[in-house]
């Protein structure tokens, strides 16, 4: 029998609202711009919820709020059961710990000053973790574990290779043993042939130390592989979940059906099949109500321009906020 899953992370209608000065006349004026507007999302230890959306959409914005690196707006994130607004400096600090963040660009997360070595014993010698020599062994042997052996430890950030350097930023952020890895489009920035095997190694190293992650892309693809569950964002909402062998089979929403349909195949029928979205998403600071998906929908009905649709669940554990799906197209 398998063992029930524990819960590491809960985020509850979670929103961050942005004031934006905006153009008029003479008098200053300010406006709210919605980067994530409530969104909710469970996490597993050792699961991998991938978040998914085009460009702008609110992906960073929620992993920052995640990591406690900006304040909500509104709505709480419980990580090991405890609410992290709650937290006292000293308990903030240590639950940060086991929480570690994988950017796009390694070149920015790395201290150019530092040698591999150094970069990845920092963060022990920053929460005085271990005495200098086994700081040292535990990073070469995580180094090791990642693929980088000891012609590349004593070398600067600039002289290795992105598929490398994004190595150091892996052993980096699992030197202090997180529970929590928030990876925000940690392949992007790679070539193809590396992305594969970052994220074979990311995979090895989740599964090997049972770290949960939260990994965001706008790369569907990427996400179908990685992920246990993945979340799709369309203007700061999570519009659509579901595991990835129901999303990808049946989507629910159109914003959905339009990225799944975008993903290029091998086969010339299936690229024949792709629905191409009009326009570009609306601006998230002057939103309609409605539906915010409603003017670059193909299926928009009257109903989709007046009132907003909900996340709402379809089956045991696929949810789509689309009137389409709670049927209610007579309103
Ligand atoms: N500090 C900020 N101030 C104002 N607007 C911001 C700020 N950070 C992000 N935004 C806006 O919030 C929206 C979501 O941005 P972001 O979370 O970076 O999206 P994504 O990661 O999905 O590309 C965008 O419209 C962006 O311009
Ligand atoms: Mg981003």
Known sequence: MSTPLTNLLQVNQLSKHFEVPVAGGWIQRSASLRAVDGISFNLNEGRTLGLVGESGCGKTTAARLVLGLMKPTAGSIV?????????????????????????????????RRL???????????????????????KAQSLLGELG?????????????????????????????????????EPVSALDVSIQAQVINLLQEIQEKYGVASL??????????????????????????????????????????????????????????GRILLQGDPPSPLFLKPGCAFATRCPLAMPVCSVK?????????????ACHLVTKDAAC
């Open 215 to 272: 990994f965001i892309s706008h790369d569907l693809k990427v996400v179908r592989q990685v992920s246990h569950n993945v979340a799709v964002m369309y203007l700061g909402k999570i519009v659509e979940q579901a595991p990835p062998e129901i999303l990808f089979k049946s989507p629910q929403h159109p914003y959905s059906q339009a990225l799944i349909s975008a993903i290029p195949s091998v086969s010339h029928r299936k690229n024949q």
């Open 148 to 184: 980088l052996s000891s012609t590349h430890w004593h070398r600067y950030p600039h002289e290795l290779s992105g598929g490398q350097r994004q190595r150091v930023v892996l052993a980096r952020a699992m030197i202090l043993s997180p529970k929590l890895l928030v990876c925000d």
């Open 308 to 320: 907003e649709p909900l996340l709402t669940q379809i089956n045991n554990e696929h949810f789509a």
């Open 79 to 111: 990580f090991e059961g405890q609410e992290i607004s709650a937290m006292r400096n000293a308990q903030w600090r240590s639950t940060r710990q086991r929480m570690q963040m994988v950017y796009q660009n390694p070149l920015g997360a790395l201290d």
């Open 115 to 137: 040698k591999v070595i150094d970069q990845v014993t920092e963060p022990l010698k920053i929460h005085h973790i271990e005495d200098g020599r086994t700081q040292t062994e």
